[in-house]
């Protein structure tokens, strides 16, 4: 199987750090040096997420030359939908006009489009499915407490999207996944789940919105990143000296380049677009990959490692060889 296509969308409207300054106790330049963020793109009042993964999926489609009704099968990875439910791959298949296709989300943070290419590429090498189009796409400036400098300055909204096709060629090479649902508190937002179901005390206590413990989630994201990506590489019989490109979740641009230094990676293998788009979820690593491959990068037999940290606690690696 390989990737016959790639899009990114990200909302027209963009808050820059300096923005920012004027409604919060922060400065461009703490926001810079600590995230290495400049800007983000956030959702207007009438925006959702299914919105932002339907302009990533047709761009996806023309850059694949492909229609909507060629794919078998529609994820979406998010943690904002639309909804509760309906899931936003049935709202987004519905939008590119195909009918009756099977449509499902992963919600599973900022790990979702990893996990999402490792049950796409498991549908297509099991025989299931012939092309599957898988989105991360995130709305995450709906649930932010915009208040809160520790959160409100980092995270931004956008979609990617990956057209995934049955092929004599095998790019999928190895995956490794995990998820330790331990400590909850370090990142969440409750919405109106179970647990909590949303009234109005809930909705005093901002417990709809993203709460993060920052300091620790971002040790555990460095040691799990690294550790993931060498996993995946030991899964594939492959070295670090065979990457060409490590796609990472952009959460923090200390974080990249912590988990870069570690695992040995030259600046020009590791792929960095946070300052323009923040923190982005499992919209980010698609996102990432589009602008990779569309400002033609990429060359065909090129070791791609996507890697991932986030709510859960989530993590996972995939090992991707680029064919043509
Ligand atoms: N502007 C100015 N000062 C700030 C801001 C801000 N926006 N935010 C926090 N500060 C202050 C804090 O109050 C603190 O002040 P104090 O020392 O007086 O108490 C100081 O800056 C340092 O705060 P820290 O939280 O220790 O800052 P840190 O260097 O850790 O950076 C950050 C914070 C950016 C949140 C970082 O910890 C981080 O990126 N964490 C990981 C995020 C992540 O990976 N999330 C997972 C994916 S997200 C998902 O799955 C949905």
């Given amino acids: 199987m390989k990737i016959v296509g790639v899009g990114h969308y990200a909302p027209a409207h ?3 750090n300096h923005d920012l300054e004027a409604w919060l106790d922060t400065t461009d330049e703490w ?6 963020m400049k800007r983000r793109h956030w959702t207007s009042d009438n925006e959702a997420t299914s919105d932002l993964a339907s302009a990533a999926a047709e761009a996806a489609l023309v850059h694949a030359g492909l229609q909507a009704a060629d794919v078998d099968c529609f994820i979406v990875a998010t943690v904002t939908p639309d909804y509760y439910f309906p899931a936003t791959a049935c709202l987004v298949a519905t939008r590119l006009g195909v009918r009756e296709k099977p449509a ?3 919600a599973i943070a900022c790990s979702g489009f ?3 290419l490792t049950v796409a590429s498991g549908l297509i090498r099991s025989g299931v499915y012939r092309r599957v189009m898988l989105i991360g796409a995130e709305s995450l400036s709906k649930i932010l407490d915009k208040g809160d400098r520790s959160t409100a300055i980092l995270f931004g909204d956008g979609a990617g999207a990956v057209i995934l096709e049955r092929s004599e060629e095998n790019s999928f090479l190895a995956s490794d996944l ?3 649902g331990s400590r909850p508190e370090l990142l969440y937002a409750h919405g109106s789940g179970s647990r909590e179901p949303i009234d109005h005390a ?3 206590a901002k417990l709809h919105l993203i709460h993060m413990q920052g300091r620790e989630t971002f040790k555990l994201a460095v040691n799990k990143m690294v550790e993931s990506t060498g996993s995946v590489l030991s899964k594939a019989n492959l070295t670090k000296a065979d990457i060409a490109f490590l796609i990472p979740h952009q ?8 988990t870069a230094r570690y695992l040995g990676l030259p600046d020009d293998k590791v792929v960095i677009n946070i300052s323009e788009y923040g923190n982005t979820s499992a919209a980010s690593i698609p996102m990432a990959l589009s602008e990779t491959v569309r400002t033609g990068r990429v060359k065909p037999g090129d070791l791609i490692v996507f890697v991932a940290f986030g709510g859960g606690l989530s993590w996972g690696a995939v090992a991707w060889r680029w064919t043509a």
């Fill in 202 to 204: 809930a909705l005093d």
């Fill in 14 to 16: 963009v808050v820059t």
């Fill in 31 to 36: 926001i810079t040096t600590r995230t290495g």
């Fill in 104 to 106: 499902f989300d992963i």
């Fill in 178 to 180: 995990g998820a330790d």
């Fill in 251 to 258: 959460a923090n641009k200390r974080i990249i380049d912590a």
């Fill in 114 to 116: 990893i996990y999402g």
